[in-house]
Nanobody
Framework: QVQLVESGGGLVQAGGSLRLSCAAS????????MGWFRQAPGKEREFVAA????????FYADSVKGRFTISRDNAKNTVHLEMNSLKPEDTAVYSC?????????????????WGQGTQVTVSS
């Protein structure tokens, strides 16, 4: 079992920045990719960003490319999502997820464990 806990969400004005963190604990001895997804009220969950185990390969949704940056610190079992130039449409619950097998990291079905999520609200 792996436990994931997100932090760093909050309320920010449009154009502002937030940094989300996801801490992993439990059986983290195997290598795993990490992803961030978000879900706004009344909408389906959507992919935001992902990073492979080494951190050398990252993936982004077109809607956040150039504004968000995903990174990881394997020594601390943490993943971060730096969000800049935030827009009201970025408002959602952001969840991190861990994938222990290779696959399309854009798909939520690839991920084995999920965090509870953290709310991000961007005001106009």
């Amino acid at each position: 079992q792996v436990q994931l806990v997100e932090s760093g969400g909050g309320l920010v004005q449009a154009g502002g920045s937030l940094r989300l963190s996801c801490a992993a604990s439990g059986r983290t001895s195997r290598s795993y990719a990490m992803g961030w997804f978000r879900q706004a009220p009344g909408k389906e969950r959507e992919f935001v960003a992902a990073i492979n185990w080494s951190g050398g390969t990252t993936f982004y949704a077109d809607s956040v490319k150039g504004r968000f940056t995903i990174s990881r610190d394997n020594a601390k079992n943490t993943v971060h999502l730096e969000m800049n130039s935030l827009k009201p449409e970025d408002t959602a619950v952001y969840s991190c997820a861990a994938a222990f097998d290779r696959g399309s990291y854009y798909r939520s079905s690839v991920y084995d464990y999920w965090g509870q999520g953290t709310q991000v609200t961007v005001s106009s």
